[in-house]
């Protein structure tokens, strides 16, 4: 069975310095990859995801994330945090074999923005 | 174009009552699933419509929850009778396409409080 890893549920970083948010997978065939963010009494809104091609993916607001297969990971990125990126974050995957579409999630990592 | 949206936003019953929520997708959208976030694990998985038709309903966790979507519009979720365990976060999110790396749209969720 397909598992997704968030490591860190809280995540605490101060305004201007790096996001870095973990995710791997395990799987034996890489998966479509997403990450989804959630802003308060807002839904799930994508931030990027990735499918194939190039590993290094670019999504909104400044995010990007890195697919390494040999390392099953999929970490997420933003080189200098804004007090808006104060959210939650979920890592999601979908194996590509699936016709259906249901998206396995990690349990999220909360993140913290002080100035 | 407006987004998906659910109703309620909020609900709290007791247990042994019945609650019923509703979820409108983006018009145009065939496909519609239903996932639930209990209080600090990950979202999960509850079914999948293809139009009015239930394509995967693997993610149910027991037959108090019925499922509808009459017409292929809008879907609702019965719960009947709540339980405290059913707590959690029910969203709701709506794509063009099944499967492959199509995006998910979700709504807001409603938050069901069983007490």
């Known amino acids: 069975a397909q598992s997704v890893t968030q490591l860190g549920s809280h995540v605490s970083v101060s305004e201007g310095a790096l996001v870095l948010l973990r995710c791997n997978y395990s799987s034996s065939v890489p998966p479509y990859l997403f990450w989804y963010v959630q802003y308060p009494n807002q839904g799930l809104q994508l931030l990027l995801k990735y499918t194939t091609g190039a590993t290094l993916v670019k999504g909104i607001n400044g995010f990007e994330a890195e697919f390494k297969k040999s390392e099953t990971s999929f970490h997420l990125t933003k080189p200098s945090a804004h007090m808006s990126d104060a959210a939650e974050y979920f890592c999601?995957?979908?194996?590509?074999?699936?016709?259906?579409?249901?998206?396995?999630f990690g349990a999220g990592t909360q993140v913290v923005v002080t100035p | 174009e407006a987004g998906v949206t659910q109703f309620p936003s909020h609900s709290v019953i007791e247990k042994g009552q019945t609650v019923t929520l509703r979820c409108d997708p983006i018009s145009g959208h065939d496909n519609l699933y239903w996932y639930r976030r209990v209080m600090g694990k990950e979202i999960k998985f509850l079914l999948h419509?293809?139009?009015?038709?239930?394509?995967?309903e693997s993610g149910m966790p027991n037959n108090r929850f019925l499922a509808e979507r009459t017409g292929g519009t809008y879907s609702t979720l019965k719960v009947q009778p709540a339980e405290l365990e059913d707590s959690g976060v029910y969203f709701c999110?709506?794509?063009?396409?099944?499967?492959?790396?199509?995006?998910?749209?979700f709504g807001p969720g409603t938050r069901l409080t069983v007490t």
């Open positions: 999601a995957v979908r194996p590509t074999t699936d016709s259906w579409g249901k998206l396995q």
């Open positions: 999110a709506s794509s063009l396409q099944g499967g492959g790396p199509y995006e998910q749209y």
């Open positions: 419509f293809v139009k009015e038709s239930k394509q995967d």
